[in-house]
C-alpha cells in the first residue's frame, strides 16, 4: 500500500503489550518448516513456546492460522496476547502490474460477537473480516485484538485465526463463520486438497489439469530431487482464479512483487513441462500474446488479459519457443490454421520469427534488441545486438520452415532456412570473441563491448549450436568451467566482467543466477562436455530445492553458506529482489526429461532417446510420457509404447 515500506503485516503477536519479535533472545529467532499445503513456524520467548501454522482455505479467498502457546515453565503463567490487525483490501479489475494495489484508509469495525474485525474499502467493493477464536478480552488502539491468557505448567492453547476476503460484508463474515466454525475440518480439507492436486498432476484424464506430467522412477535421489524440484514451481505458479480473463493460468513469479503476470520469457525456459501438465493453459497463454502487442511489453496481467510494462527483447523467442512445444507434445496442427486477432496461428509464428528484421535499424543484419530495461536489467553493458538474443531468431526460422516444408510451402521453408544460416554467419563473425569463449555486444554506431555473461553462452548453445565451430565450442565451455562455474550453483555474470560492479541483483550478477540459468547451461554443458562432469555438478544443483520452490534466484557459496547442502535462496529484500518462486524453476524438471533422459519429442518424428541416465541411475523410467496423443516409457535403452 502507498508509503508503506513493504508489504502490510496483519496478526502480528504482542506479548505483554509488547511485539512478539522484539524480545531478546528468542523473539527474532524463529524456526521455519516448509509444507506444499502450509508452513510452520516455531519459536521460544519468555518461557513460553509459540506454534503457527498457515495455510489457504480451497477454493475460498481466505487464509487461516493456528497458533499454540505452550507454557514450558514449572509455574502456571498469567499473560496477555495482542494480535494486530491491519488491512489495505482493495478490489482492482484493470491490469494490477506491480505491487498490491492496497487502499490505504479502511474504514474499521469491530464486531464483538465474533471478535472480529470488519475492514471495508472505501473506495472498492471489497471487505477484509479478521478475527481470533476464542473471542478476544477487550479491544485496544481500535485494531488490537487482545486476549488475557492462565496456562498451567506444561499447558498449551491453541487460537485459530481467519482473514476471509469479500466484496461486501455479509459474504465475507459468512465465510469468516464457517472457516472458524469448523476449522479443524477445513485445516484437514486443505491438505487433502493439496495432495488430490498433486496426485491430477501425474493422472490422465484428471479435472485440475488439461494434461499431465510422466511419473519418474529412480533409487537416485538427485534424480528424483531435480525431477520435482522444478514441479514445485509450476504447481506453485498455478492461478485457478475465476477473476482469470483467460481461464486457469500460470503466473511468472511467487505473487509477491509482480501477483497477476505471466511473461512470455520465463514462461518459454520451461514450457515443455507446461505442455505436459496443462497444454491448454499455455495454449490460453501464447494466443493471448498474440493478441497483445508483446513488441510493446513484457507481460500480461491476468485480470485484465492487458499487457503491461516496457518491451522485452526476449518475447518473440520466447512466444514462439512456447508454441514449438506445445505442437511437440499435443501434435495439434490444426491450431496452425486458428486465427486469432486478423491473422492464422501460422502468420503469427511468421512473424515473431522474422520480426528481427524490422529491428535492424542500422543495417548490420543482427537485430537491436534495446536498452538496459529491453534486456537482463541488470547488466549495463548488455546492450543492443546482442547474441543471445539473435540466436533464438536463428532456430525461429528453421522451426517455422520445418511447420511451412511440412505444408507443402517448400519455397518460403528454404527461404528461411537460408536466412537463418546466414544470420547464425553474421552472429558468428561479429559477435564471438574469437580465443576468449564469450560474446559482445554490437552498438548502433558500429562498435562492441564484450560481456562474459551466461545468457550468451546458454542461448547459442541451445538455438545455433550446428552453426559453431569445434574451437568455439571448446573455448566456450573453458569460459564456464572457469568464469561461471561454482560448485553448487553458478554466477550468472563473470566476476571478471567489468559491468561486475553494476548491480548485485542475483538472478544476473556475479553473486548468483536466475533460476534457470542452471538446467538451461547444464543441457548446453551436456552437448559439449564428457557426461560424467556435468553431471557432478547437476547432482549438487539438485540441492537448492530443499527450500522448498526454486527461488528466482540463489546464491553461489562463496557469498551465502549453503543452506540445507544447497545453494541459498535470495530475498525479496532490497538490494537483491528477488522473488520467493519463478515458473522458471520448472527448468529443471525440462533439464530431466529431455537431458538426462534424453527424451527429444521431435514435431513429426516421434520421441528420440539419447540417454545420460548412467550418471545417475541405469534403471531409472519415465513413466506415462505423453507425446502427440499415445504414452511412452522411456529408459537409457530408448522408449517404449505404453498402453495404460
Known sequence: ???????????????????????????????????????????????LKFTTET????????????????????????????FDMRAAVAKKTTAWFVNSPGEADNAIHWNADRGALIFLAQHSPAVSVQGISPGA??????????????????????????????ANTETALATYDEIQSGFVQVMRQNEADFNSLLRAAFTEGNSDFSGYLPQLETNDESLWQLYHAGIKNLIFARRPSPDSKYGTTYITLGGHVLPTLSFPWDTSLTSLSLALLDPEALRRLVENWFLQDMHQHLATDYISAEAVGPWYGVNDMAIVRCAENYLRVTGNFAWLDKRVGEASILDHLVAHATFWKQLDKQGHGLGDYGTIENLL???STYLHETAGMNAGNVSAMRFVADLLDRRGDRGRASQFRAEAMELAGRINKKLYVAGRGWWQCGQPDGSFVEVRHCYDFLSVLDNMITDLSVAQKQEMKRFFWDELHSEYWMRALSPNDADATWNIRPDHSW??????????????????????????????????????????????????????????KCPNDAPYINDWCCIAG??????????????????????????????FDADARLLNLRYQGTKYAVSGSGTRLQTS
Not at 59 to 81: C, D, E, G, P, W
Not at 144 to 161: A, N, Q, R
Not at 592 to 607: C, K
Open 1 to 47: 500500500m502507498p508509503w508503506s515500506p513493504g508489504f502490510l503485516l496483519t496478526c502480528e503477536l504482542f506479548l505483554n503489550g509488547r511485539l512478539l519479535l522484539s524480545y531478546s533472545p528468542g523473539g527474532d529467532t524463529i524456526a521455519y518448516q516448509w509444507f506444499p499445503h502450509r508452513f510452520i513456524r516455531e519459536s521460544k520467548v519468555d518461557g
Open 586 to 615: 520448472g527448468g529443471f524438471t525440462d533439464l530431466v526429461i529431455d537431458t538426462i533422459f534424453g527424451a527429444n519429442l521431435t514435431l513429426f518424428d516421434g520421441v528420440n532417446v539419447n540417454s545420460r541416465l548412467k550418471d
Open 137 to 166: 478480552t477487550r479491544l485496544e488502539s481500535g485494531r488490537m485484538i487482545v486476549l488475557d491468557v492462565t496456562l498451567g505448567p506444561g499447558e498449551t492453547k491453541e487460537f485459530h485465526y481467519v482473514n476471509a476476503v469479500d
Open 511 to 568: 553473486l548468483g543466477a536466475y533460476a534457470a540459468w542452471p538446467p538451461a547451461t547444464a543441457k548446453a554443458l551436456y552437448k559439449i562436455d564428457p557426461s560424467t562432469k556435468v553431471s557432478e555438478w547437476v547432482k549438487n544443483l539438485a540441492k537448492a530445492g530443499n527450500q522448498g520452490p526454486m527461488g528466482q534466484a540463489h546464491f553461489v557459496e562463496t557469498v551465502f553458506p549453503l543452506e540445507d547442502g544447497g545453494a541459498y
Open 377 to 379: 536489467e541488470v547488466v
Open 55 to 82: 495455510f489457504m482455505p480451497s477454493k475460498r479467498r481466505a487464509v487461516a492460522q493456528s497458533i499454540r502457546v505452550t507454557n514450558l515453565n514449572n509455574a502456571s503463567r498469567t499473560f496477555s496476547l495482542g
